[in-house]
């Protein structure tokens, strides 16, 4: 299925959505999901939609994820799924645990755990395929790419709701 149309069918009207972007901007492809939160930032100026660049702290976004009380929390970044560099997937909770992922201070599984605890929305895991994540400030064209296809597909969404 297409993300558009995994989009169109997850989000409904009224629902408040929050979308964190997780990376290192120092690491190459590793940026994906922070350039994702920059490109939705300079498109989406919602009451109902929280943007966070969380970067390689996610877990110091937890209160506001929480105080936000969202219906459905995106987590959005570079991962290794398998897939062709700047490919988005949907990585379904249980199976995080078997994916590797970018930097980050917390173990994704930890930070995920907490979430679905404290939070009590629905968390979504969308992966971007990495090119490359050595020491770098460009994200691969490829990667850029497909991080702007995903935030084209979101934004396509989220106007709607």
Not at 66 to 73: H, R
Not at 94 to 115: A, C, N, Q, R, W
Request: charged share 25%.
């Amino acid at each position: 299925m297409e993300m558009r149309d995994y989009l169109k069918r997850l989000i409904r009207p009224g629902q408040k959505i929050a979308v964190l972007g997780v990376g290192s901007t120092l690491r190459s492809d590793d940026a994906a999901g922070m350039y994702f939160i920059e490109l939705l930032e300079s498109l989406v100026k919602k009451e109902n939609v929280l943007l966070i660049a969380g970067s390689t702290a996610p877990e110091n976004f937890t209160g506001v994820i929480k105080n936000f009380a969202p219906d459905i929390l995106f987590i959005v970044d570079a991962a290794h799924v398998g897939g062709a560099p700047g490919e988005a997937r949907v990585i379904p909770v249980e199976d995080i645990s078997g994916i590797s992922f970018s930097t980050h201070m917390l173990p994704l599984p930890v930070l995920l755990k907490y979430l679905e605890a404290e939070v009590t929305c629905e968390v979504i895991c969308i992966g971007i395929q990495p090119k490359c994540t050595e020491a770098g400030f460009s994200l691969s064209e490829e990667v850029r790419e497909g991080t702007e296809r995903l935030a084209e597909d979101f934004y396509r969404t989220l106007i709607t709701v």
